[in-house]
């Protein structure tokens, strides 16, 4: 509100965007999949928050750039752009399908507390910025999934330094101050 109040006041040239989950390389480890490879990579039992069903539109990181490159180049000033890429998916079924590209067992799978907060489903519809806009996700959801586990597979010299106990911990929000 704050970014469209100084559009609407002092007509600063602003577009915004929001955007579902993202995931992809280079992504902290502190997030689902990422935390997930590295625990099943480990052995370490993986935290699933409360039963899993908790739902979210992912989005490749490459397609989420792309939107806002062309938000920058096409869209109206003061508008709101929501980016989704129509890959609603229960975080169980994220786990078990990362899982199953690593050859580990389901029993590493262990639900823990949910967090404080955690949204049910979060997903946006992204039907404007489609149509005005001329964009749409170019990566499908499995393959992209994919190429992020062999990701991090291939470059644990970029994410073991931040894959720390803390960083890992099962309920992190549980910690205080510490993350």
Not at 134 to 147: A, R
Request: with cysteine; net charge positive.
């Amino acid at each position: 509100m704050f970014v469209v109040s100084y559009h609407k006041t002092f007509g600063l040239n602003v577009s915004i965007t929001r955007c579902t989950n993202n995931f992809g390389p280079y992504q902290l480890p502190e997030k689902l999949i990422p935390k997930t490879v590295i625990r099943a990579l480990r052995d370490l039992p993986i935290p699933v928050y409360g039963k899993g069903t908790n739902i979210r539109d992912w989005i490749y990181v490459v397609d989420h750039c792309e939107a806002i490159r062309t938000v920058l180049e096409k869209g109206k000033p003061g508008e709101i752009y929501n980016v989704s890429a129509g890959n609603e998916v229960a975080n169980i079924e994220i786990v078990k399908k990362i899982i199953a590209m690593l050859k580990k067992p389901e029993s590493l799978i262990t639900f823990v507390e949910d967090r404080p907060g955690h949204d049910t489903r979060y997903s946006l519809n992204s039907t404007k910025t489609r149509g005005e806009l001329g964009w749409k996700p170019m990566f499908n959801f499995e393959e992209s999934l994919e190429s992020t586990v062999k990701w991090y597979l291939a470059n644990e010299h970029w994410w073991s330094p931040f894959a720390t106990d803390v960083i890992l911990h099962p309920t992190p929000w549980k910690l205080g101050g510490l993350h």
